[in-house]
């Protein structure tokens, strides 16, 4: 009989409780199970998306659709399903978990991840053919959100980007992306704002964003960083908001030289830093346009 060696070990984490879906079948998650050969296990190679629900709806279904289509032509897979394959295996998730945490849907938020990996084969770096996806989904009930990063903004620090150069791509190779949120973790921060040969990219897992001179500036959409669908939701905000808006190359100059940063993800939605480094930035509160953009952002998620 084998026995783990390691008596010092800690007890493993517990399996957070909720339905999930996986490969046709609506499962708990604590029983949902995958082959060890999966590719997605052996070498990373799935891709994944996380969408938000507010109060039991998805929040910007289709442009969430469109770039998994392109993460999944990027690596090569084929999408196993229609779009409104996803939204009603989504839906449907939502109305189990909601039933699950015994919350109306109507009060329910919420995250679905979303995972495909190519499917299970012998290991081999060679891409077979003719594989079955694993496709897996699960929904995560949105933790309350703090409101002192709200109300005081976060410390960030910078790092050199050391990640691949296909950042364009939703993979869950995220080993990069792991180090990077190590490094922020170890000082304290909240993000690792990376630069590339003096220039922004991103954060670890964050798009960010200089406001000067009262208007909002981005890197490009180009394979050094991923297009978050933030980047559609801040240019639709800034435009009703009468707020100038562009994509631009942003060197570390212009960075620690602005008025305000913000950070945007899925999960943070619209975050101020207000010290970057040693540095403060602006004068180390949440600035007028963070301020704007946030209030706007919330009407939006609750309106559409």
């Known amino acids: 009989m084998f026995k783990n060696s390691n008596t010092n070990s800690a007890p493993p984490a517990a399996v957070p409780s909720g339905i999930c879906y996986l490969n046709g079948h609506y499962e708990p998650l604590a029983e949902a199970k995958v082959s060890v050969l999966d590719r997605g296990f052996i070498f990373g190679d799935a891709i994944y998306e996380v969408v938000p629900a507010y109060r039991g709806k998805l929040f910007r279904f289709e442009e969430h659709m469109v770039r998994l289509e392109r993460s999944l032509s990027e690596v090569l897979m084929t999408n196993p399903h229609a779009a409104l394959g996803w939204r009603a295996i989504f839906e449907r998730l939502l109305l189990d978990n909601a039933a699950l945490f015994e919350t109306p849907i109507l009060q329910f938020n919420a995250n679905i991840y979303l995972q495909i990996s190519r499917g299970v084969a012998s290991r081999d770096h060679v891409i077979p053919k003719n594989l079955t996806p694993t496709v897996f989904a699960m929904c995560q009930p949105s933790p309350e959100r703090s409101q002192e990063p709200l109300e005081n903004g976060v410390f960030c620090i910078t790092h050199e980007d050391f990640r691949w150069e296909k950042a364009h791509i939703k993979t869950t190779s995220l080993m990069g992306a792991i ?70 190359p942003l060197s570390k100059a212009d960075v620690f030289d602005a008025d305000e940063l913000l950070l945007s993800s899925a999960s943070k939605e619209i975050l101020p830093i207000t010290q970057l480094d040693a540095q403060a930035i602006g004068d180390a509160r949440p600035g007028p346009i963070y301020q704007q953009l946030y209030c706007a952002y919330q009407a939006l998620k609750h309106h559409e």
């Open 179 to 248: 180090l990077a949120k190590r490094l922020s973790e170890q000082a304290g921060a909240a993000e690792t704002v990376m630069f590339r040969d003096g220039f922004l990219s991103e954060a670890a897992s964050s798009n960010v964003w200089v406001v000067k001179n009262g208007a909002v500036f981005g890197v490009p959409n180009d394979h050094l960083v991923l297009e978050g669908v933030r980047y559609g939701v801040l240019a639709q905000l800034c435009a009703a908001q009468h707020i100038p808006f562009a994509l631009k």
